[in-house]
């Protein structure tokens, strides 16, 4: 067994407990303090693999140019993988990249069906699955994939958003938004939260609670694309 340095394990979990919270302010900081453990010990798979995780957020939150953010993760999951080749959550990593960036969903599979092999029980792999599992209209099976994640995980904000995701896909509206609500309680500022809680409201035919919503978004991002869907939406009501 590899020893474990124990200043940059106690960085490691301050940078996952960051990423958790899904502000831009920790995104920014969980990949300082990554690096910081990095700096420790640069063998360390996990601390690799979660630095790619933060540089994926951010570019999905408009946080870091996509192609940028993308190819840091890449660099970032090779190097962890350089380190121990069989690091299941590196594989993970290499089939969201594959999926959200690449747009090759059969690559996707292989990492994420190779990464499950080694670590059958990874919460972080399994919710990459349960993307994967979305995108191809197999929403009960993404539900199923994101339940099993928020129960071995269930203060984690991550696990609930993609939960109220794929709960959206399948048209449970309500579900969807108590899923989005308990995120936000355990990570008031999380990116885009309040913008999917204003999405699932415009479906309900809320536009007036849309708007709400969008209005106490924290990403600009994400306000920026959500306020003009609810004024549109009440615009249309109006007339």
Known sequence: VKPVDPKAYALYLQARQLWQYRTPEGLE?????YQQAL??????????????SSY?????DGLRPIEEGYSLAREAVQKALEIDADHAPAYGLF??????????????ARHLTHALALEP???????????????????????????YVTGRDPVNAVGYVNLGYQYSYAGRLDDAIAS??????????????????????????DPAGALAAMQEETNETWRLIGLPMAWHALGKQVE
């Open 29 to 33: 900081q969980s990949i300082a303090l």
């Open 39 to 52: 700096a420790f010990d640069p063998n360390d798979a996990a601390a690799w693999s979660g630095l790619a």
């Open 56 to 60: 994926i957020s951010q570019a999905g």
């Open 95 to 108: 089939g969201r990249i594959a999926m959200e960036f690449d747009g090759e969903p059969a690559a996707a």
């Open 121 to 147: 029980n990874d919460a972080e792999t399994i919710r990459i699955a349960a993307y994967l599992a979305r995108s191809l209209g197999r929403f009960d099976t993404a539900i199923a994939l994101g339940e």
């Open 180 to 205: 989005h609500r308990t995120a936000l309680s355990l990570s008031p500022g999380y990116s885009g939260a309040q913008y999917l809680i204003g999405v699932a409201l415009l479906l309900k035919g």
